[in-house]
T-cell receptor
Framework: DARVTQTPRHKVTEMGQEVTMRCQPILGHNTVFWYRQTMMQGLELLAYFRNRAPLDDSGMPKDRFSAEMPDATLATLKIQPSEPRDSAVYFC??????????????FGPGTRLTVL | AQSVTQLDSHVSVSEGTPVLLRCNYSSSYSPSLFWYVQHPNKGLQLLLKYTSAATLVKGINGFEAEFKKSETSFHLTKPSAHMSDAAEYFCVVSDGDDKIIFGKGTRLHILP
């Protein structure tokens, strides 16, 4: 049963520290998404990649957030420096898109980030 | 520009009664439409999707949705609610340009 995995599942850090979240997409999927979910804002798309290339990162605060795919099996989301307002659950999702458009996204369990 | 509106932020139904979660969309193209469910402290899971085939789409756990182009709606229904259906439900629209828009979510409460 293939699943998207995310590490860590929980992270508590202090303001100003660097945070790195990792995601392993389902093997064979070519599209990876990063979302942030808070009570106030709901679910927000931060960035997504197709075949490891960034397609859209307009939802991401550029000054402190960065997203990369070093290889097809790993996506990372980094926050430096972190701020209390970054506290949220961060979800990674992967999917397979062959001919354009969008198909089913498979979500990971999320990383719950608390910045003190 | 595309958008999606979930008309109710909270819906409460009694166990065994029908469920209706409403979703309206706007899209310049023939959209793909999805419903996802999120149980507490879990990631999102696909319930069903519409991608220009049959307008009545059947999903998991007895849910179904009907695509109505004239009404620009994609409402989610289930004939009989179960306690395990208590969760948050998201309507999603996507067009051919890879733009993906999530609705704000509807929290479904099941009363015993």
């Amino acid at each position: 049963d293939a699943r998207v995995t995310q590490t860590p599942r929980h992270k508590v850090t202090e303001m100003g520290q660097e945070v790195t979240m990792r995601c392993q997409p389902i093997l064979g999927h070519n599209t990876v998404f990063w979302y942030r979910q808070t009570m106030m804002q709901g679910l927000e798309l931060l960035a997504y990649f197709r075949n490891r290339a960034p397609l859209d990162d307009s939802g991401m605060p550029k000054d402190r957030f960065s997203a990369e795919m070093p290889d097809a099996t790993l996506a990372t989301l980094k926050i430096q420096p972190s701020e209390p307002r970054d506290s949220a659950v961060y979800f990674c999702a992967s999917g397979l898109v062959l001919y354009g458009g969008t198909d089913t996204q498979y979500f990971g369990p999320g990383t719950r980030l608390t910045v003190l | 520009a595309q958008s999606v509106t979930q008309l109710d932020s909270h819906v409460s139904v009694s166990e065994g009664t029908p469920v209706l979660l409403r979703c309206n969309y706007s899209s310049s193209y023939s959209p793909s439409l999805f419903w996802y469910v999120q149980h507490p402290n879990k990631g999102l899971q696909l319930l069903l999707k519409y991608t220009s085939a049959a307008t009545l789409v059947k999903g998991i756990n007895g849910f179904e949705a009907e695509f109505k182009k004239s009404e620009t709606s994609f409402h989610l229904t289930k004939p009989s609610a179960h306690m395990s259906d208590a969760a948050e439900y998201f309507c999603v629209v996507s067009d051919g340009d890879d733009k993906i828009i999530f609705g704000k979510g509807t929290r479904l409460h099941i009363l015993p």
